[in-house]
């Protein structure tokens, strides 16, 4: 427990954990119910699930450390503390998947202290499962037991984001990776359009996750890449640069063997277009 003047608070690891529990609960309440629709940009909404989500994972972590600052999906930056906590929220990843009755989606919650993600969550709304990191091992919480993440490449399935923007069109394109043949020939595709997939790739589940775009105070990915590089993944922009570096985007990948082999096909399209 940590103690702050004469009040005992629950620790950062506890926090995470209820807070991304608290949204998984209420997107669970929504599924296949009638929901609002709120128009964000063009292909883009949230919905009533989304917005309630946000609020009760708020309601969490403003209960237990009012002086942090929390930046959401939905309502954006709140809190005006100076103590260099940020909360990176994001209630419903697979918003659309959800809409339509499709039970791909994750609730993500990251905290990050001086820049560095300490503790971050990854909750799995229909499974019952937490995938979640304390900053120093990686673990998957189900029915209130935790197993340790095992990166494994063994599948060869890997994840890619289809979903724009795509600063780096130009060099780079998944979609083009897709149709490569040396991309067939090593590994087998998969496009399950939400985040939770990066939380796969710690757990073993995916050899890899691959996206484009500029991911620095991502809501989206700030939990799945502490998740990924605390079990021991390999974890760069899609340059080989440190992640948030360089071109930007993701390569997340159980080992090097198959980073390489990524960043080896990622380069063949630079050459190429070259």
């Not at 972590?61 to 994001?90: K, S």
């Not at 560095?116 to 229909?126: G, I, K």
């Not at 499962?129 to 890997?158: I, K, N, Q």
């Not at 570096?245 to 993701?250: Q, V």
Request: proline content about 3%.
């Amino acid at each position: 427990m940590e103690v702050y003047g004469l009040c005992v608070s629950i620790t950062d690891q506890e926090l995470v954990l209820e807070a991304a529990e608290a949204g998984a609960a209420v997107v669970r309440s929504y599924y296949g119910s009638s929901l609002t629709r709120f128009q964000k940009s063009a292909g883009d909404f949230a919905t009533t699930a989304d917005v309630e989500a946000e609020k009760a994972i708020i309601d969490v972590l403003r209960a237990a450390r009012p002086d942090d600052v929390v930046l959401g999906e939905e309502g954006g930056r709140t809190g005006n503390g100076a103590n260099d906590r940020l909360w990176l929220v994001d209630p419903l990843c697979g918003t659309l998947n959800f809409a339509v009755r499709n039970m791909l989606a994750s609730v993500n919650v990251a905290l990050r202290t001086n820049g560095q993600a300490t503790v971050a969550a990854s909750a799995d709304p229909f499974t019952n499962e937490v995938f979640w990191t304390d900053g120093a091992d990686a673990y998957v919480r189900r029915d209130g037991a935790d197993e340790r993440l095992a990166p494994s490449s063994e599948s060869r399935l890997v994840d890619v984001n289809l979903d724009p923007p795509f600063p780096n069109h130009g060099v780079f394109s998944a979609a083009r990776m897709l149709a490569d043949e040396e991309f067939i020939g090593q590994f087998r595709p998969r496009v399950v359009s939400t985040t939770l997939a990066v939380a796969w790739v710690a757990a073993g589940r995916r050899a890899a996750y691959v996206t484009d775009g500029d991911l620095r105070n991502s809501v989206h990915f700030a939990a799945g890449i502490a998740l990924c590089q605390v079990a021991g993944c390999v974890v760069t922009g899609i340059d080989g640069q440190p992640i948030h570096t360089g071109a930007g985007g993701l390569v997340a990948a159980a080992d090097e063997k198959t980073h390489a082999a990524l960043l080896t096909l990622i380069a063949n399209q630079r050459l190429r277009r070259d």
